[in-house]
């Protein structure tokens, strides 16, 4: 017979909420890329070409930054989705096996 499986659900809430956090801080990060992509592009087309430079590498960063968000909602639903099947588990696979 298996082993039991026993999850400290508050544990896991807490980290769902970490994730996403962090998701909303990294989406903000973004944003403020984009705004300063935005104005170095600006100051680059005034004559800045060190603002150039700069941009270029902002606008490198950003999509890992973009990526890096999704990754963060995407564990966040995952834990989620693990605490709602944890509490559920034993109602519908005794559904299941009738």
Do not use: C, W
Not at 45 to 62: D, H, M, N, Q
């Amino acid at each position: 017979m298996a082993e039991e499986v026993f999850m400290d659900i508050p544990q896991v809430e807490k980290m769902a909420k970490a994730f996403g956090t962090f998701s909303d801080i990294l989406k903000g990060v973004t944003k403020a890329l984009e705004v300063a992509i935005n104005l170095l592009r600006a100051s680059a087309f005034v004559g800045l070409f060190g603002g150039a430079a700069v941009e270029r590498y902002l606008s490198t960063i950003k999509p890992r930054v973009q990526r890096m968000a999704k990754k963060m909602n995407e564990l966040q639903n995952d834990l989620n989705g693990a605490i709602l099947h944890y509490r559920t588990g034993d109602e519908s696979g005794s559904r299941r096996f009738r």
